[in-house]
Nanobody, 115 residues
Framework: QVQLVESGGGLVQAGGSLTLSCTAS????????LAWYRQAPGTERERELV?????????YYADSVKGRFTVYRDNTKNIMYLRIDGLKPEGTAMYYC???????WGQGTQVTVSS
């Protein structure tokens, strides 16, 4: 059983920065692609894919975050990070990490951006 735990969220002013962390238990973390999603307030909004990173570090970013978000990982520590720069109010959301191939999800960490 794999557990994913996100941390690092909080209340930040627009233009500020945060680094989110996703810590995992279990051996499959190092061998799988990982992803960050976010879900904006309101239950009707679906989770938006923000970024992915392959086991060897290849990355993908949604157009809406390119240039401001950086995803990276440390396989020796089973941790994935999401560096967010230039936060915008529309970035207010619950941020989740996931191992998509296994449909494993964390509980999320809240990021709130004040204008």
């Amino acid at each position: 059983q794999v557990q994913l735990v996100e941390s690092g969220g909080g209340l930040v002013q627009a233009g500020g920065s945060l680094t989110l962390s996703c810590t995992a238990s279990g051996s499959i973390f190092s061998y799988n692609s990982l992803a960050w999603y976010r879900q904006a307030p309101g239950t009707e909004r679906e989770r938006e894919l923000v970024a992915t990173i392959s086991p060897h570090g290849s990355t993908y970013y949604a157009d809406s975050v390119k240039g401001r978000f950086t995803v990276y990982r440390d396989n020796t520590k089973n941790i994935m990070y999401l560096r967010i720069d230039g936060l915008k109010p529309e970035g207010t959301a619950m941020y989740y990490c996931a191992i998509p191939d296994y449909d494993y999800w964390g509980q999320g960490t809240q990021v709130t951006v004040s204008s």
